[in-house]
């Protein structure tokens, strides 16, 4: 059918006005045929087949612009193709089967002078007896080389009984139901949270109840389609989940050096022990262990951990390898003691505003940075693994080795306890102490450095020990000595609560020069018979003895009675001593009255200030009411107290006044 144009979309097309177009018709330089316009004027119409081929051009390509997009159905549109990798690597392996067959077959019938049927017969005849395994015709060859040709490589897999997968019958709705029951901390099982998505449907939503896939549905999926970090966050927990699924923290090892790290933690043995006593207990163990070469470095035994016990285990640790750099420990008390490494994070803000003062603690006088690990975050600290080690290879060593939990203790202990083959906590303390020093520590390195694969952890450590940092035992020993808080000096000087009981160190030196003045001591806790006193500034003053004279008990002796009292007016003595020394010499002494009285002598002599001299004298007079009234009637007081006056001859002395 012809297509016709009007002047005016002629001139559109044209980029003119439609005079030059009207113009041309007339002069027949553009085709065109004469008509009537819709209000009866005459116009002009152009057959598009009769334009110049330019002004066709433009007409078509205007009007494949505006043409909508072809639609097709789903299963018309050509199907995207997809990257290798994204197929199983079975499925790789088909469709590397079938490329290579295709190929094969499309070199062996395209033979010149050949029957392609007869070909295409042999071939396969050929592969059914190459691959007996396989199902081949001629219908599947040209099904596959036609999915070669589309470069379709979904074409070239065998998709039976793949046709389902991805797809559920359950509906999203009622998953999510499943997945709020499943993915609790109260981890109910798949069958309680299929019964439990049933009741909610049926309540909820009872057009999808009748419809509702069986357990077995519910399961598949659970199994296939819950992500791991998913199901362990949900059922299990935050710290789990960064225990096992969440990306960790590498550490790098090869450029530490020995010494620069160490590691502290306390470990509960899993054995039974008796003490002297005969009380059973399980013994703990606070150890110090090399970052670098996996070394325990430094150990104690003891029945409870405490700060002493980290001092101790340090100590020994100090003794024998040096001082450590940097201490990574946790958050316990034991560490966190205000005169060990500081309260850090567990210091609280004063309520007046002003810092306490506290003194250095004992890291801080070695030389050791303390670092904290973050709370409930176990994976930081790496001596846990090595607790392991304890555990495994040293632990159940012991026939009372009880396990870490009620799987894990073994049916021999009960008849251990009974017949009372008990390792004594001597024992326990001795074998500790030497497996750590000369088998733990010799065994083969296995950390995070290849290089040192093999070679026994004490060559290690001693490879890459470049500066040791070493004290005397007499420094040591003060930089290792326990601080009280500030203690105001009183008459008995300073004080040690210790174990329920008081002890008091002072001496009259103390007493005498620091009474009422803030200081602070240090203490040796396997020594108490004397304390080192130190001021504010942390000077150290003087060493103070414990006081076991002035200390009675009622009842106590005449003799302790004596020398507690001589002790206490000791400083009676010195004090008056002092007093005779600090006054004036004997001669010219004057009492404070007399210079007192000299001196308002001098004054009055003086005259220094002159007399006041007041403009206007006015005399006050006492408003005081006669103490008894007169009555009415009866006599006047004033009267008879003036006859007696002149009667008395008081008034010859008035008026000579």
């Not at 997945?179 to 909610?200: N, V």
């Not at 010494?259 to 606070?286: K, S």
């Amino acid at each position: 059918m012809a297509i016709e144009l009007s002047t005016a979309e002629v001139a559109s097309l044209k980029g003119c006005s439609t005079q030059y177009i009207r113009r041309l018709a007339k002069t027949e330089k553009l085709k065109g045929r004469k008509c009537l316009n819709a209000d009866g004027s005459p116009g002009w119409m152009f057959l598009v087949e009769e334009l110049p081929a330019k002004l066709q051009e433009k007409y078509y390509n205007q009007l494949r612009a505006n043409l909508p997009e072809a639609s097709f159905p789903d299963e018309a549109k050509p199907k995207a193709a997809k990257p290798l990798d994204s197929y199983t690597a079975g499925e790789q392996e088909e469709i590397a089967f079938w490329l290579r067959l295709v190929d094969r077959w499309q070199g062996y019938r395209n033979k010149p002078g050949a029957n392609k049927a007869e070909v295409d017969e042999r071939f396969v005849h050929l592969c059914r007896l190459e691959y007996p395994e396989r199902a081949i015709s001629v219908d599947t060859l040209y099904r596959r080389w036609n999915a070669v040709r589309k470069d379709d490589l979904d074409g070239l897999i065998d998709k039976r009984g793949k046709w389902k997968k991805g797809k559920s019958s359950i509906t999203d709705s009622m998953w999510q139901a499943f997945l709020y029951y499943y993915l609790d901390e109260s981890r109910h099982s798949i069958q309680k949270c299929y019964e439990y998505t049933r009741l909610w449907a049926q309540k909820e939503a009872p057009e999808l109840a009748a419809d509702m896939p069986g357990y077995t549905t519910f399961y598949r999926r659970a199994q296939a389609d819950i992500p791991k970090p998913l199901k362990v966050l949900g059922r299990e927990g935050e710290k789990a989940f960064r225990d096992r699924c969440a990306p960790y923290i590498r550490r790098t090892y090869e450029n530490m050096a020995s010494n620069e790290w160490w590691i502290a933690d306390n470990h509960t043995f899993d054995i039974i022990t008796e003490g002297e006593n005969g009380q059973r207990h399980r013994l703990h163990l606070t150890a110090f262990f090399d970052a670098r070469s996996g070394i325990f470095t430094g150990c104690h035994v003891t029945l409870n951990p405490c700060s002493q016990a980290t001092l101790i285990a340090l100590r020994k640790g100090i003794q024998k390898y040096g001082i450590p750099e940097n201490i990574y420990v946790d958050n316990g008390r034991e560490f966190l003691t205000y005169d060990i490494g500081g309260l850090g994070h567990r210091r609280k803000k004063p309520r007046d505003g002003q810092e306490r003062f506290d003194p250095p603690p004992v890291f801080e006088r070695l030389g050791i940075k303390m670092t904290n690990a973050i709370v409930r975050n176990a994976k930081a600290k790496v001596i846990e693994r090595r607790f392991r080690d304890v555990k495994d290879h040293l632990s159940r060593l012991f026939d009372t080795f009880t396990g870490g939990n009620v799987l894990e203790k073994p049916e021999r202990l009960k008849s251990v306890l009974k017949d009372g083959k008990i390792p004594l906590d001597a024992t326990l303390v001795e074998t500790v102490e030497e497996l750590l020093d000369w088998y733990f520590n010799q065994q083969p390195y296995g950390g995070a450095v290849a290089g040192d694969h093999g070679k026994p952890r004490q060559q290690v450590f001693n490879e890459n020990l470049h500066t040791k940092r070493v004290a005397s035992a007499e420094d040591l020993s003060l930089m290792l000595m326990r601080s009280s808080r500030p203690q105001k000096v009183t008459r008995r000087g300073v004080h040690l609560d210790i174990a329920g009981q008081r002890i008091d160190y002072w001496n009259d030196e103390l007493v005498f020069h620091y009474l009422g003045q803030q200081v602070y001591y240090r203490y040796d806790p396997d020594d108490l018979s004397e304390v080192r006193v130190y001021d504010l500034q942390d000077r150290f003053i003087m060493s103070v003895p414990a006081d076991n004279t002035a200390v009675l008990a009622y009842g106590a002796g005449k003799e302790e009675v004596k020398e507690a009292m001589s002790k206490v007016r000791r400083m009676e003595h010195i004090t008056r001593e002092a007093l005779k020394v600090s006054a004036f010499p004997a001669f010219g002494r004057h009492t404070a009255l007399e210079l007192v009285m000299e001196a308002a002598h001098e004054s009055k002599t003086a005259r220094i200030i002159p007399p006041a001299n007041p403009k206007v004298l006015e005399l006050q007079r006492p408003d005081d009411e006669p103490l008894l009234k007169a009555a009415v009637g009866g006599p006047d007081l004033d009267t008879m107290n003036r006859n007696a006056l002149k009667r008395n001859g008081g008034a010859e002395h008035e008026q000579g006044v």
